[in-house]
């Protein structure tokens, strides 16, 4: 065994060549006196960001943060009022305080650029953060996300009046149901149904409300790399094609079918191939190892 020190050598070297897991940290604080949760995967200037949706939080990405952070920076929040963070019942729940959040995330994780992930309801939220901060955003990924409001003040009342009510829980339940029964596998409708469920009624219904202001909705041009991924239903119409068209020079646009709203969380290797595809497409992955 006078080799034995030589095998020692070689094993301690190829050990290191292995690529070494990602290793997250689950971080805390305060955005406007309230106590925010995020977790972060690895070092760099940039950083891929995502947004839960409406009554969701960073879990539904837990296939997407730590495969892809093995090719850059991933930050996943929850935002206020979700997860992991604070839920007072005397704040308004506001774009404008998820945009502040982020901002602060950023900042305590000493982020200079972000290209930000939104699904559904999180994209008013990224394009909220976009339009306050232009030069920190590199590129949108918006996933099964609207660029105008489907719900106005006229119709707000009748579909946020049963979420009101007493019977919150019943009409959540059956909204979660409605939307998620395309999926074939039920012990991922219950996850969702059940994520959904823990969102406070007061969180849900004001940030809802919120969606509102006229000035989330403004048709003002979006001038970075966009990539939309949608599944293939009926509100999506070719009309919306072109009117998305025409806010983003730089659209990346797609439907898959066979498919629900959480198509990430159902088809996770192919979303994160699409994502990964386009951010070496737009040359992103060479900014972040910069």
């Not at 829980?169 to 979660?176: D, I, K, L, P, R």
């Not at 990430?264 to 040359?283: C, D, G, H, I, W």
Request: with cysteine.
């Amino acid at each position: 065994m006078k080799n034995f020190g030589a095998f020692l050598v070689i094993i301690a070297t190829a050990s290191r060549l292995v690529a070494q897991p990602i290793v997250s940290e689950s971080k805390f604080l305060d955005v406007d006196h309230l106590k925010v949760h995020y977790t972060n995967y690895g070092k760099g200037d940039t950083a891929l960001f995502f947004v839960h949706g409406w009554s969701c939080d960073e879990t539904v990405w837990s296939e997407q943060a730590p495969a892809l952070a093995e090719k850059i920076r991933v930050i996943t929040i929850d935002l206020p009022g979700h997860g992991q963070s604070e839920k007072p019942k005397t704040i308004e729940y506001t774009m404008d305080l998820y945009a502040r959040a982020i901002d602060a995330v950023l900042s305590d994780a000493t982020v200079k650029s972000v290209i930000l992930v939104g699904h559904s309801n999180g994209t008013p939220v990224i394009r909220r953060y976009y339009r306050k901060f232009p030069a920190k955003v590199k590129a949108l990924v918006i996933v099964e996300g609207p660029l105008r409001p489907f719900v106005n003040k006229d119709n707000m009342e009748r579909f946020i009046g049963p979420f009101r009510s007493d019977g919150y829980v019943q009409a959540m339940g059956e909204f979660v149901d409605a939307v998620t029964k395309p999926i074939n596998d039920g012990a991922l409708r219950d996850k969702i149904k059940a994520l959904m469920l823990k969102t406070p009624q007061h969180v849900a219904v004001s940030e809802f409300e919120a969606t509102v202001d006229p000035d989330l909705w403004k048709e003002d041009k979006i001038d970075i790399p966009v990539l939309m991924i949608l599944a293939k239903q009926p509100v999506w119409t070719t009309e919306y094609e072109q009117f998305v068209r025409g806010l983003i020079p730089k659209l990346d646009y797609q439907v898959w079918e066979n498919v629900s709203h959480f198509l990430m969380m159902e088809k996770p290797r192919e979303f994160n191939a699409a994502l990964t595809v386009f951010l070496q497409q737009s040359q992103l992955l060479q900014i972040a190892r910069k």
